[in-house]
């Protein structure tokens, strides 16, 4: 970055595949993370919303990298556009298995090897569906079929579906009332504080290398504003800024090299 040698960093402080121990850890992310292996822990469905860049993905890949793959298989979705026979064959072929010409011969299938997991190997499936927002509400309804083992006796299967929030309003349809009424985990990411802003910029500058203040307390709150606390567009706000500063040499970041990244980054 053409910014990294005037302020002294090692690496960009603001680049994206941060490793799992270097993620960001506020209190609102620690509570869903340990939601999230509640979820697992119970063999429970749940549902994470969150408007893009909130951070959904950061918390899948943390739960990813704390799940032990000798007790947890996790079966991960994210080509949601697709109809009720597609889903069921991109299930099967995760499982390892070969998708049958029927769709229901194929959910029985899949619900036979979760169940085998299950009793032969002592694993608890985990199907993440990303993106889940753009599940058609035909496939959205399978979900309860797919979670439903003897009788509802026993729950091998944990279910998590992430989306943006409209999500939420999808799942109010009379339609899917059986999946709403399944759900146990519930929690709808939002924006950081304007504190919980400061301290994410500092623990990414502290990660480059760099551990002086660099935001003055103006520019903070003027990211702050502008970003509304979602840690992608605070991610991208503040980039841009340290290029404005850097070739004005200046030595912080003000309120202005801010509003001029908005600017520049404003679509």
């Not at 850890?25 to 509570?31: N, Q, V």
């Not at 029927?102 to 190997?121: G, H, M, N, P, V």
């Not at 040499?249 to 679509?267: F, G, K, S």
């Amino acid at each position: 970055m053409i910014y990294n040698h005037v302020f002294g960093f090692n690496r960009p402080p603001f680049e994206r595949g941060l490793q799992s121990e270097e993620l960001f850890r506020a209190p609102l992310l620690d509570e869903l993370h340990q939601r999230l292996l509640y979820l697992v822990e119970t063999r429970a469905t749940g549902l994470l919303t969150g408007e893009p860049g909130s951070g959904k993905s950061t918390a899948l890949r943390r739960l990813r990298d704390e799940l032990h793959p000798e007790q947890v298989r996790t079966l991960y979705l994210h080509d949601t556009a697709v109809n009720p026979g597609d889903f069921c064959r991109q299930i099967a072929l995760e499982l390892g298995l070969e998708p049958s010409f029927s769709r229901a011969l194929t959910l029985r299938a899949i619900q036979q090897e979760i169940a085998r997991l299950a009793d032969e190997r002592h694993l608890t499936v985990l199907l993440v569906l990303d993106e889940a927002q753009g599940l058609r509400p035909d496939v959205l309804a399978l979900l309860p079929l797919l979670t439903n083992f003897d009788w509802d006796n026993r729950a091998p299967l944990a279910l998590l579906l992430a989306g943006q929030s409209g999500l939420r309003q999808t799942l109010r349809r009379a339609l899917l009332e059986a999946l709403a009424q399944r759900l146990t985990v519930r929690f709808a990411l939002r924006g950081f504080d304007r504190d919980t802003t400061r301290r994410y910029l500092e623990h990414r500058l502290k990660l480059a290398g760099l551990d002086r203040p660099l935001f003055l307390e103006p520019a903070i709150e003027a990211l702050w504003q502008a970003s509304q606390g979602v840690m992608r567009r605070i991610d991208t706000l503040a980039h841009y800024a340290l290029a404005a500063a850097a070739a004005q040499r200046a030595t912080q970041i003000q309120p202005d090299h801010v509003l001029q990244a908005a600017e520049e980054t404003r679509a």
